[in-house]
C-alpha cells in the first residue's frame, strides 16, 4: 500500500518523520455503464472544442478561471515548488480533549507510521498523549490544501484524523421545534434503549445488501431467476408509546444474527 502523505510531526524541537495511510478500502461492486442497445461500454473522452479532437492526459493542464474564459496556467512542477519543507512538515499547534472536537468536524482516518530513527520520539508522543489524554491538533499541506487534523492516540499507535475547517461546516438546514415529551415516553425509551444496549464489535456485522447483490449477480450469470428477499413482517404503529412498548417486546425475543433495528 503506497503512503498517502510523507512528512515529519514537528513537536517542539522534536521531529518525527511519518508515513500516512489510508484506513479503510472501497470493496463495494461497482457496474460500468452500457449502451441499452449494443451492451458495448459508453467511453467517455476528453474532446477539446476548438482543436476537434480527443487528447490525451498528457495534454492536459491546470487552469484557474480568474475572468470569463481568461485562465492562468500553473503546472504540477509549479505546485509543488510553492511547498516549503516546512508545509510538508506536520506541526503540532495545540493540544485539547478529544471531547471537544466534534464529530461534524472529522472527514478522512490514516495510519500514521514512524520511518527509521524517528521510532522512539514517535512513542514517546503516542505514550505521552495517552497519559494525559489528549489529542493534538495540526496543520500540513496535502496536495494543493493547507490540512487541518488531528492525532489521535490509541493503543496500537496514533491515528490521524483529517478535519475540516469552521467555513467548511453547513449549518441545520432546518430548525427542528423541540417536542415536549411525557415522563412515561421518556422511561419507556430509556427501556428501549438498555434493552438494546451491548459492547460494540464490528465483526459482528456486514454489508447485507451487497451480499445479496453478489448472489444475485451470480445467479443472472448462470441464468438463474433473482429470488426476492422475504419482507419484514411488521405491523404499522401509530402511537408512539405503543411502538415503544412492541419495540420493548421485540427485544427481548432470542435474537439471531445482530442487524441494525429499523
Do not use: W
Request: with cysteine.
Amino acid at each position: 500500500m503506497p503512503a498517502r502523505h510523507k512528512g515529519a510531526i514537528s513537536f517542539g524541537l522534536v521531529h518525527i518523520p511519518v508515513q500516512l495511510y489510508k484506513t479503510t478500502r472501497d470493496i463495494d461492486i461497482s457496474f460500468n455503464q452500457l449502451c441499452k442497445e449494443t451492451k458495448e461500454r459508453v467511453r467517455y473522452k476528453k474532446f477539446c472544442p476548438n482543436c476537434k479532437k480527443e487528447i490525451k492526459t498528457s495534454d492536459i493542464v491546470k487552469g484557474y478561471q480568474y475572468e470569463k474564459d481568461k485562465y492562468v496556467i500553473m503546472s504540477d512542477e509549479e505546485l509543488d515548488q510553492l511547498k516549503t519543507e516546512t508545509d510538508r512538515t506536520i506541526h503540532i499547534l495545540q493540544f485539547t480533549k478529544l471531547a471537544d472536537i466534534s464529530d461534524i468536524y472529522y472527514e478522512k482516518n490514516f495510519y500514521a507510521v514512524p520511518e527509521k530513527g524517528g521510532e522512539k520520539a514517535f512513542e514517546l508522543l503516542h505514550q505521552a498523549m495517552l497519559n494525559q489524554k489528549v489529542v493534538a491538533i495540526a496543520k500540513t499541506v496535502m496536495g494543493t490544501k493547507e490540512q487541518l487534523l488531528a492525532l489521535c492516540p490509541k493503543e496500537e499507535g496514533i491515528l490521524f484524523k483529517t478535519l475540516f475547517y469552521e467555513d467548511e461546516i453547513e449549518s441545520v438546514p432546518k430548525v427542528v421545534n423541540k417536542q415536549k415529551l411525557t415522563k412515561s415516553e421518556m422511561n419507556m425509551a430509556k427501556a428501549l434503549i438498555d434493552s438494546m444496549t451491548s459492547p460494540f464489535h464490528p465483526e459482528e456485522f456486514e454489508d447485507e445488501y451487497q451480499k445479496r447483490l453478489r448472489q444475485a449477480i451470480e445467479a443472472k450469470i448462470t441464468g438463474k431467476e433473482i429470488s426476492e428477499p422475504k419482507a419484514d413482517e411488521r405491523d404499522t404503529v401509530v402511537d408512539l408509546m405503543e411502538a415503544l412498548k412492541q419495540s420493548v417486546a421485540m427485544t427481548k425475543k432470542p435474537a439471531g444474527k445482530r442487524r441494525p433495528q429499523a
